[in-house]
């Protein structure tokens, strides 16, 4: 079952006060927005400026016929729903409003119970049409940036290599070696990598946007995860002098999720935390629940970013690039992997910085409760579980 | 007196490869890895020619250099200095953004593609050396 969308819209176009009445109470009860009109024109006027995820509409009317409110409610938004109030044994003028766009119908005198059913119905598969429409939307984008990806991102190295070699056939051909020939090789070498690096992260960021990376959504104690994470990486701190530390608070920190996602979620942040730092420094990683939220922050001790650059911090293939300096190392996917993972989950993801001290990046994520069903879906009762560790 | 050629790109391996093949024909190069660091070194050293990226990545920023050169009356006395624009991609600019009639006006003396064709770099820097040498004297 798709997430319900906060406060949709239902608009009941129907000649009868009482059924004005009835139906606009039982929707709401529903949690539905429910405008009423008395006739065609208007209904159509109401249509337009509250602009509904759903019509229910009395056939039979008098001025403007209820097979041209569908009609024209479908000139304005082709996507609404729209249900058909008939007559009593009026399957004729039912198929008819079908034809013409309707997507169901109910024939009068119907109860509570019939009209709830066909609104959920209704709702379900709208939004079921507005996610593949999104879908759709996205799709495109991918397709645009992965255009750019490989026009700009991939060439700049290959361009760098290709020059270093072809000025290296020329000066040979002359008889002469650079200075820096060995230099160049590592260069070379080093570009190659940095390719190799990006299709990699891009192959991820693809795999996470395609659902692929996520296999299975069970639940996941990230006490335990973290640190098998820090442990991977000691050698690259160790490398960089920087110390690995870990507070997380055993037998609380359970998400719901998928363990890949959730290693490259804090892989990324973790070796952020090691490159940008300053030799003596630390990456100090805390974990802790808080009204119903797994928090864990990783903070480095580094040099703290810019207020220019938090806006596109998270942004594809944004890397910090200060005048005159080399630009930052790495592929600029990683916290946009990061961000991108976080809220598949439905979590949030935010960095606090001061220049000279070093950032902090604050993972949000809803914690797992025993409420919710084997199919992943949340099952919000309403009951406030205590997840607040002792 | 060599001639100074200014390479104004922001791969510091491009600058690299290319400064090393321009001081082995005998010339003097300078480098700048940013329009802003560029249009500084133009009017700190005036050079006789200038190799200039679009980079593509900080909005076309070459263009600005470009256009500043060619336009603005604080560089009326670069604004013969030969600029070859440089991109990695093969059709003209033209044909790939949407340029507003301003920039659409900018026009570098020629648009090379990287990586460089290195008899054909050297050719146009002879030749546009040249001629500004000649005009100067």
Redesign the interface.
Known sequence: MSEPATSETVVVIDDDYAMRLSCRKILMKMGLRVPTFEDGASGLEGVANWKPDMVVVDLKMPGISGMEVISRVHEIDPQIIIVVITGYAAIDTAVQAMKGGAYDFLPKPFSPDELRLIVNRGLERRRLALESQRHRIERTMVERRFVTFVSHQLRTPLVAIHQYLDVLKHLDETGDTPAGRREWIDRCLTRIEELQNLIADWLTLAKVEGGALYKERIKVDLSRIIPDILKTYQPMALDQNVSLEARLQENCLFVWGDRNCLSVLFDNLITNAIKYNRPGGTVTVSGTVSRGEVVVAVADTGVGIPEKYRPFLFDEFFRVRDEGAKKTPGTGLGLHISKRIVSEMGGTVDVDSEIGSGSTFWVRLPAWRESEEADGSQNDAGRETSTDCR | MSAKVLLID?????R???K??LE?HGYDVLEA??G??GLRMVVEHKPDAILLDIM???TVEGYGVTHSLRYLDEYIEFRHIPIFMVS??EESPDERFPMSAEVEMIRPDRYLT???D?PELLRFLETAVGAAKSSMA
Request: no cysteine; glycine share 4%; hydrophobic share 40%.
């Open positions: 922001d791969d510091s391996d491009f690299a490869a290319v090393s093949l082995g890895s940013s802003h660091e593509m990545e900080t990695s991609i990287k990586p460089l290195i």
